[in-house]
């Protein structure tokens, strides 16, 4: 998922970047940046439910109508966080990818990519996460269409490799949602114990071996 990483194996054609954004940016991207990170710093500590408009617009030392101008909703705010955060252009980047290589080398990589992905992204992750858990429809939504996403894009590769005779199973779609569940799996249980303070860049040693060891089983079970 992510660009550069995938080249080896992966072929992510130059328009898989999203087109520019169509919101209205008069007031600045400062602004813009101070809604979307006092957002998320609110809705981490007190859920989507529990923070309102004027709540961010306070955090961001801005008036309501400023946020406003630039999102129509909470909601808007969301899907500009994970629009901005890198997940859609990583998405789109997977779902037209031109594949290169075979399954043993192109989805480990992949794992591993979408594996730095959310860990670069664990604040927002978190937030998802936890408020989907909490039973909160716009989280959980959010977060199904990221999955679901990914999910499609993993089977689309798979299909590609069972029609080359590549693949020892039939089951597609269950094997490109445990692939999915694998990083994501590992992710949360790693966020819920980390063994030592987490970097901001890159994710663990500890967790990439899992990730990879993981992986790994599925994919010899596949080939």
Request: aromatic content about 6%; proline content about 5%; charged content about 25%.
């Amino acid at each position: 998922m992510d660009v550069a990483a995938a080249r080896d194996v992966i072929a992510i054609p130059a328009t898989a970047t999203p087109p520019a954004r169509t919101r209205k940016l008069r007031r600045g991207p400062l602004t813009r940046k101070q809604i979307l990170d006092a957002s998320l710093r609110l809705f981490s500590e007190k859920g989507f439910a529990g923070t309102s408009v004027r709540d961010i617009a306070q955090a961001a030392g801005i008036t309501d109508a400023a946020i406003y101008y630039h999102f129509a909703s909470k909601r808007d705010l969301i899907e500009a966080l994970i629009e901005e955060r890198g997940f859609t252009a990583a998405l789109e980047g997977l779902e037209r990818a031109e594949i290169i290589t075979g399954p043993r080398e192109s989805i480990p990589l992949i794992a591993r990519a979408g594996l730095a992905l959310v860990y670069q992204n664990r604040d927002l992750m978190k937030v998802l996460m936890v408020e989907a858990l909490a039973e909160e429809a716009m989280a959980a939504e959010e977060y199904r269409i990221l999955f679901e996403r990914w999910e499609r894009a993993e089977a689309r590769i798979l299909r590609y490799y069972a029609a080359q005779g590549m693949l020892r199973t039939a089951a597609i779609d269950q094997v490109a949602k445990q692939l999915v569940l694998t990083v994501l799996g590992a992710f949360s249980d790693y966020m819920m114990t980390p063994s030592a303070g987490p970097r901001p860049d890159l994710p663990p040693e500890e967790l990439v071996e899992h990730v990879e060891a993981a992986i790994q089983h599925i994919v010899q079970g596949i080939t």
